[in-house]
């Protein structure tokens, strides 16, 4: 395939990372590659050989770099080679834009979509010291952000933050931004501690859950918090994956849910199997929330956000079970009471493991387990689903 024109150019469409060259002019190529939300972004790329190596030069971003602009620019390359001159040398002594922080975090985003914690990148770094010349960034710039989540008792996100700060440098460092960045070598351990990850608030004992059961019920707030709450115990997902769920991702006649890879905390596709009771309750909220957003449970603030967290967990407060429970505490609640009814189910650990999205990460042994028990887990849900209204005294 080469492209003839800014036509040909603008309706590109490819199903994963391609070149494709310029039909006029000499070494001028265009990666194009296919981001998470379904949009094509095309950068224009000198690829040229000198002395049997071969070398790649970006010349920029489609459509900010016209197509024209970007053929004009090429032949310029082309006229070093002929005159026995390296474009790539001859550009880096004259080159005198500055790489950002916010450069190099944008095009590891588009080239990474796997990865789920950049929300937090942009929060906590990307919007303090995104304009940042990715060349003089140094420890002192990241040592305030680390210092200020450890004192606020952000562990977790701390060392989260810095892998992806790490991920953009070594990415900077192949794509040759920078030659070495000292940051890569922080020691968190040594600067901060270890870390003992608290135990969430859960309830784990039957009648005090009956009894959170009945007061969701009875919840007279926000009818998204409403049936988030309701719909939770069911499903014990993690709570991104509750509040993020989008209509698209529910299959209504095949009673499943499918999570995309880059919204699972383990970067695999999951698969859940609904019960009659999730159907019901997703049917009812549907009227109040599909044609106005594309998420089931959206803010009240903004159809386009989802609700967040800490509403969930005030709403759980506003019951008076602040004390013994967190919204992520649904998780425990059912792996405990799952692991006590072993005997009524029969269902075995790896299937109430596999319902947490506890799956074996090793690529190899999880080759010879594509199925992922499917067809147990179904039944172990819809028996727990069972559990609970039996609970709330509905059967």
């Given at each position: ?137 140094s420890k002192e710039d990241i040592f305030p952000i680390l210092d200020r989540l450890k004192a606020e008792n952000k562990f977790e996100t701390l060392i989260r933050i810095f892998r992806g700060i790490k991920k953009i440098l070594l990415y900077a460092m192949n794509r040759e931004y920078i030659e070495y960045n000292n940051i890569i070598n922080i020691d968190i351990k040594t600067l901060y501690g270890s870390y003992k990850k608290q135990n969430l608030r859960a309830i784990t004992d039957e009648e005090r859950f009956k009894e959170l059961l009945l007061a969701i019920e009875n ?177």
């Amino acid at each position: 395939m080469n492209i003839i024109n800014d036509r040909q150019l603008k309706n590109l469409v490819v199903s994963k990372k391609t070149f494709v060259k310029d039909a006029s002019t000499k070494n001028l190529y265009i990666e194009a590659r296919v981001r998470s939300n379904g949009e094509i972004d095309k950068n224009f790329y000198f690829r040229y050989k000198q002395n049997k190596k071969a070398y790649s030069i970006k010349i920029g971003k489609y459509p900010q770099i016209s197509l024209a602009d970007a053929r004009e620019k090429a032949n310029q390359f082309n006229s070093m080679l002929i005159l026995g001159e390296d474009p790539k040398a001859s550009l880096a002594k004259t080159q005198t834009e500055i790489i950002t922080l916010q450069n190099v975090f944008d095009e590891w985003c588009a080239n990474n979509t796997s990865y789920n914690s950049s929300h937090r990148l942009k929060l906590h770094v990307i919007s303090k010291i995104g304009n940042k010349d990715i060349k003089t960034l140094s420890k002192e710039d990241i040592f305030p952000i680390l210092d200020r989540l450890k004192a606020e008792n952000k562990f977790e996100t701390l060392i989260r933050i810095f892998r992806g700060i790490k991920k953009i440098l070594l990415y900077a460092m192949n794509r040759e931004y920078i030659e070495y960045n000292n940051i890569i070598n922080i020691d968190i351990k040594t600067l901060y501690g270890s870390y003992k990850k608290q135990n969430l608030r859960a309830i784990t004992d039957e009648e005090r859950f009956k009894e959170l059961l009945l007061a969701i019920e009875n919840y007279n707030g926000n009818i998204f918090t409403k049936v988030a709450l309701q719909i939770s115990p069911y499903l014990f997902l993690r709570s991104a994956n509750i509040r993020n769920l989008e209509w698209n991702e529910i299959d209504f006649k095949n009673s499943k849910i499918t999570i995309p890879a880059n919204k699972m905390k383990g970067g695999e596709e999951f698969v859940v199997p609904l019960s009659n009771s999730v159907i019901k309750l997703l049917e009812f909220i549907k009227p109040f929330s599909f044609h106005h957003s594309k998420y089931v449970f959206p803010s009240d603030i903004s159809k386009s956000k989802t609700i967040s967290e800490n509403t969930l967990n005030q709403a759980i407060k506003r019951l008076g079970f602040g004390e013994e429970m967190v919204f992520h505490g649904f998780r425990t609640t059912a792996s405990t009471l799952l692991y006590e009814f072993k005997n009524l189910h029969g269902q075995d650990s790896e299937v109430i493991e596999l319902c947490l999205d506890h799956r074996e990460r090793n690529k190899v042994k999880a080759a010879y387990n594509r199925s992922l028990r499917l067809s147990d887990r179904r039944f172990l849900m819809e028996w727990w689903a069972e559990y609970i209204n039996k609970l709330k005294g509905e059967i």
